[in-house]
């Protein structure tokens, strides 16, 4: 089993940041991939970023293209989301994932963080 927890959701006006972090506990396989994910109200959730294990792999979706950098801390089992040039579209509850090696889907998830950006 792996445990992911959220921080550094909050409220922030249009073209401010927040960095988000997940930190990992219990079987953290060396190898995963960790991905931010997030919904907002009425819609599906939608892939955001993901790293690879060594960290050589970023990649994010269009819309944040430019905007969020994904990186982590092996040390430390926290992987982050710098999110800069925030966007009112980009109020959602932003969760992070863990994509175990071998496995094709995501199969372990934390509880979420909110981010919420006022015009």
């Known amino acids: 089993q792996v445990q992911l927890v959220e921080s550094g959701g909050g409220l922030v006006q249009a073209g401010g940041s927040l960095r988000l972090s997940c930190a990992a506990s219990?079987?953290?396989?060396?190898?995963?991939?960790t991905g931010w994910f997030r919904q907002a109200p009425g819609k599906e959730r939608e892939f955001v970023a993901a790293?690879?294990?060594?960290?050589?792999?970023?990649y994010s979706a269009d819309s944040v293209k430019g905007r969020f950098t994904i990186s982590r801390d092996n040390a430390k089992n926290t992987v982050y989301l710098q999110m800069n040039s925030l966007k009112p579209e980009d109020t959602a509850v932003y969760y992070c994932?863990?994509?175990?090696?071998?496995?094709?889907?995501?199969?372990?998830w934390g509880q979420g963080t909110q981010v919420t950006v006022s015009s």
């Open positions: 994932a863990a994509l175990m090696p071998g496995a094709s889907s995501y199969a372990y």
């Open positions: 219990g079987r953290t396989a060396s190898g995963h991939v």
């Open positions: 790293i690879s294990w060594s960290g050589g792999v970023p």
